[in-house]
């Protein structure tokens, strides 16, 4: 073949503003250092990633400007199935109900059951154990018996797209409900300092303690020997309290291990081990542009690139906003600026993970490019936005720049070489589409199997998160608590007045975060593990008591 023209090998990412998550929260465009333990982990197949198409082509078709009659693009070849294919189905909807004292497990429970499993536990490994309840949710109102395999589900999946081990972990029942769990950072590479917005944190877990205003110092016989054996002032943490924080920007990139203070660009050159004007030259991408995505406020280019460094995939999509003055993918389909990209790659354990970055090529936390409706601001943020739209893996997009930029092939003064490339970089949509679904299954879905948590339906993280997100309500306020509803009506009067407001209405969730500290240090004086006593005098007195 004889060479493309520098239009063609023209770096894709020059003048590239903001990004967010690839095939970007906005895919759908088609209309439709550790110790060494015994470990817990579950080692994932090496699964082969989605074939593309080859570049090879009959170099007689050259002579037709346009290539009318040359050969079709070819489909990629199947991906290895690494794993069984059979779907797992989210759990049934959960039923009303209400939460009895029997049902019950106040901090004296919980930290009671912590302290016995870590007593039980060989020293080398207790100081890498940790606890996650999923109680809040039960007292709330959500029935165990229908919910508390949905609710597994979202933990494992959170706690796994939060990982950059190279396995798949799994998480340890330790009471008889079923509702407190036990992780071992080791599993998750949790056990490594980490630095979020310039704090240094010993290991990601006390990152998320540190940015969870519902992580509280606890004191007490159970709640000391637990810390002690811990070794940390946090040994228990709620499973939507950790989602709330740990899947929202920069404590997320720093958990991935995304260098925030770099480029996107120098991430997915020096991390990813990609070289994208390299895979454009050789022909090692395919791309589609659409004008009709559901959710991006502007025109969208999607591009498939595979990693360097490892087994895996990177999509990214460009943004383009006429106000920016950013080149039209349909007047320039090879060496166009776009006004914004976003990222979606493969983590080392297939679990997916997602960057946003500036029109500097800056990471950044959110965008209001991409629109996240199940959010006021409707600003879509990282990871959470991403998670939610993805939560079956990538979506395809229908590709409308190939075959309207061949039919102007002339006005635009497209070469053969260039109309050569149009055909083998901006694929049919069918051909789009499998690579999608066979990169989707070859990983992502592979992964979800392996864990047992549903390939249909919505996301369970995100679910939490919404959830947790959502105005309290007296039930939610006693499972935060620690409660009953029927305990917390009797005592919402030794309560801030702000809370009066639950006994028949909703309570903004930040304005509920402001007293739960001073709530639940004034509801806790007949346990015998109450948060401590230096908490209790900080938290009266930021609220002015």
């Keep these: 073949m004889k060479q493309r023209n520098d239009r063609l ?8 503003g903001a990004a967010v998550c690839a095939l970007a929260c906005g895919g759908g465009d088609d209309g439709s250092a550790g110790n060494q333990k015994e ?4 080692e994932p197949s090496s699964p082969a990633p989605a074939s593309l198409p080859s570049r090879a082509a009959d170099l007689t078709c050259a002579s037709n400007p346009l290539l009318a009659g040359c050969p079709p693009m070819p489909a990629p070849a199947p991906a290895a199935p690494a794993a069984p294919t059979a779907a797992v189905a989210p759990p049934p ?5 209400t939460p009895t004292a029997a049902g019950l497990l106040d901090f004296d429970d919980l930290f009671q059951t912590v302290s016995l499993d870590l007593a039980k536990a060989d020293n080398a490994d207790a100081p890498f154990y940790r606890y996650i309840s999923l109680s809040d949710r039960l007292q709330s109102g959500a029935c165990w018996q229908d919910q508390i395999g949905r609710n597994r589900q979202g933990l494992l999946k959170m706690l796994n797209m ?3 081990s190279t396995t798949l972990a799994e998480v340890v029942p330790v009471d008889r ?20 917005n310039g704090l240094n944190f010993d290991d990601v877990w006390e990152a998320i303690a540190a940015s969870n205003p519902y992580a509280v110092v606890f004191a007490g016989d159970d709640a000391d020997d637990a810390k002690a054996d811990s070794t940390t002032d946090f040994p228990l943490m709620f499973a939507d309290q950790m989602a709330d924080v740990a899947t929202f920007g920069n404590l997320y990139y720093a958990i991935v291990d995304v260098d925030v203070t770099q480029t996107l660009a120098n991430f997915i050159a020096n991390d990813l081990g990609i070289n994208e004007v390299q895979d454009v030259i050789d022909g090692d991408v395919i791309r589609a542009g659409t004008t009709q995505s559901r959710v991006s406020r502007q025109d969208r280019l999607v591009e498939r690139h595979d990693i360097g460094v490892r087994s895996g995939f990177y999509w990214q999509s460009f943004d383009f906003e006429d106000a920016a003055g950013n080149d039209s993918i349909f007047d320039d389909p090879f060496g166009f600026q776009a006004g914004a990209r976003e990222a979606i790659f493969t983590l080392p354990n297939g679990m997916l993970g997602f960057i946003i970055a500036d029109a500097a090529d800056a990471i950044v936390e959110d965008t ?4 996240d409706a199940t959010r006021d601001d409707l600003r879509s943020v990282t990871a959470v936005s991403c998670s939610n739209c993805h939560a079956q893996g990538l979506l395809p997009v229908v590709d409308e720049v190939g075959a309207r930029a061949l039919a102007n092939a002339r006005t635009l003064g497209l070469n053969q070489d260039e109309i050569l490339g149009l055909q083998y970089e901006y694929v049919a949509p069918e051909v789009f589409a499998k690579v999608a679904k066979d990169d989707s299954a070859a990983f992502y879905q592979t992964a979800l199997l392996r864990l047992q948590v549903a390939t249909e339906g919505t996301d369970p993280v995100a679910e939490a998160v919404l959830h947790f997100d959502d105005d309290v309500t007296l039930t939610t306020a006693a499972g935060d608590l620690g409660l009953t509803p029927e305990d917390l009506v009797s005592n919402l009067n030794l309560l801030d007045p702000a809370l009066a407001v639950l006994r028949q209405g909703t309570l903004d969730r930040d304005d509920f975060t402001q007293v739960y500290v001073a709530s639940l240090c004034a509801l806790s004086t007949p346990l015998d593990n109450q948060p401590d006593a230096a908490v209790c005098a900080q938290a009266l007195a930021a609220l002015g008591n």
């Excluded at 470990?39 to 579950?42: G, L």
């Design 39 to 42: 470990s817990s982990a579950v």
């Design 9 to 16: 090998f023209r770096n894709p990412i020059v003048g590239v």
């Design 162 to 164: 939060l990982s950059i």
């Design 368 to 371: 209001d490019i991409l629109l």
């Design 93 to 97: 909807a959960a039923a009303d109900c």
């Design 177 to 196: 409900e079923n509702l407190v769990y036990r992780i071992d950072l080791r599993d998750f590479e949790w056990n490594r300092a980490i630095a979020v």
